[in-house]
């Protein structure tokens, strides 16, 4: 990583991104990423092809914001460190699609699709580490709506 500090400039930056992450599409966006739980690459393809529809729009706007996020980082636009200490939601993003990831690639004929995003992870020493952290926590988060969802229908 790199060992410069980072400027006024990258915190203003920063700041921006939290706003933008605060906009109420944006907000909608990424309430409904975070209860979506793909378990196979179908998943992620039917949101996908759903061409029109809300879950369609909140996909891609959750993705292309981190990916245009990423992108500043990887073209040296933004301090990568100031960036990894202060967006932990790209990697719980990544982490949630990342298994399914190659298939998607594959399916779609787009080889680079979250190349930015990717390339920023693995980046840093600790990415295996912070992302085997994040896979494990969206596991559990899962598993907790499982729960929940069988407790709602057995009250039900």
Not at 54 to 77: C, K
Request: aromatic share 12%; charged share 25%; no cysteine.
């Amino acid at each position: 990583m790199a060992s410069e500090k980072a400027t006024p400039a990258d915190a203003e930056l920063i700041l921006k991104l939290y706003d933008l992450r605060r906009e109420a599409t944006m907000r909608a966006a990424r309430n409904w990423f975070l209860n979506f739980w793909p378990e196979s690459a179908d998943d992620i393809m039917n949101v996908m092809v759903a061409f029109g529809s809300p879950e369609n729009a909140y996909f891609r706007q959750v993705l292309t914001y981190w990916e245009h996020a990423a992108a500043l980082v990887a073209h040296g636009a933004l301090h990568q460190q100031l960036f990894f200490d202060t967006q932990g939601e790209l990697w719980f993003v990544y982490a949630k699609l990342q298994p399914f990831l190659e298939e998607i690639r594959q399916r779609t004929g787009i080889r680079d699709s979250m190349k930015n995003t990717e390339a920023v992870i693995y980046s840093t020493p600790e990415a295996e580490r912070r992302l085997a952290t994040m896979q494990e926590r969206a596991k559990r988060f899962r598993e907790g709506r499982s729960v929940g969802s069988a407790t709602e229908r057995a009250k039900q």
